[in-house]
């Protein structure tokens, strides 16, 4: 009897070993048939060189014997001619505050009188209209968003006078009468106290700017084809000066300006004097300008003195002057793939598995950029001579990064 009990325990524990062997093997199976998936998407990924860079300019400064107070009346970075008024000196603060409510409703006075004078025309494209209204609206937010209000009331007047016109357009009564009466006797009383005492003109035409820096005529544009490498790391190194008395900005002469950077010979090679190269002059975002290289001086070897041109400018460029930015070497545009969905088909093509449904299926790649996290793959040309075992992976593909024992047109239970 104790025989039969102890062959009883024997097999009961047996089953117990089987039934977790197989519950085991079931739950490794469910998990090795788990697919994590993740839709592809195009991205594009920019291969740089570090770089400290300074901004050489032709600069004409700006200087005032008047004492008072002084406003801009040219916008910066705005092309200005010689002899264009640039800048007014006022007695007092008042005057000047005076002057700018002047400006401001001036403006607003001729966007009224425009939007008064508009003529009803028989056929009015309501879409693009509408279309102005809504981009110069998404401005005023971005504007908001952005903290930058430079040019807020520009679009706020020509959101202004955009959806007049198509009140008009629409029959609804637009009356600017009583508004363009109110400006006028608004201006007229302001102008007999914003009289100045001199208006500036420019010395030169060019782009004004509204104040220096402390880093003018360093080096100019004038001495760029003579520059050596020791200026240029004296300039590195230089310190800002003070405006002097009665300093009242300066000119920036010239269309084309020059950025200058010391740089490794070996990436130095990667640059040919007159091909266009883009500049990231903010490391804050990947905004770029479009440069051309002007000259590449090896100077000890391992190092090179790259000079780049430039003829773009707005206010943001008119006040750069030592720069710790990038230059763009190469773009690499395709579809960004995780580097953990990268595997081999049973014949050992490289690739990736995706999902279709219930079916999965194996997709070429073509890598054409790659770090440790993901590689950027873009379809061949077929230019190329590249031959593929495949289909290439398309946008919007959901890739399977985890997943075990999978297999081309494998169901999915």
Known sequence: MKSKDRLLKVLAAAAAVIIVIFFAAEIYSLAGRTLGTQTVYEQTVLETVDAEMFVIRNEVLLATNSTGVTVPIADNAERVSKGSSIAAIFPSEAAAENFVKVSSLTSKLETYQKIDNQLRLAEVDMDKLTAEINSEFESILDSAYENDYSNLAEHKLSFSEKLSRKQISLDVSVDCKTKIAELQNEISALNSASTPT?????????????????????????????????????????????????????????????????IDSADATKFKVGKSVKLILDDSTNDYITTYVHSVNNFDGNKSMLVFRCNLMNEKLAELRKVEGKIIVKEFTGLKVSRDAVRLDENGNSGVYIRRGNIVNFRSLNIIYSEDEFVIASKPSEESGIKLEYTHLKLYDEVIISGKELKDGMVIR
Request: glycine share 8%; aromatic share 10%.
């Open 198 to 262: 001199e208006i500036i003109t420019a010395d030169a035409s060019g782009y004004y700017v509204s104040r220096e820096d402390g880093y003018e005529n360093i080096i100019t544009a004038d001495e760029i084809d003579s520059l050596t490498p020791e200026k240029l790391e004296e300039a590195f190194k230089s310190k800002k000066k003070e405006p002097a008395a009665g300093s009242i900005g300066k000119v920036i002469d010239g269309y084309n300006w020059f950025i200058a950077t010391i």
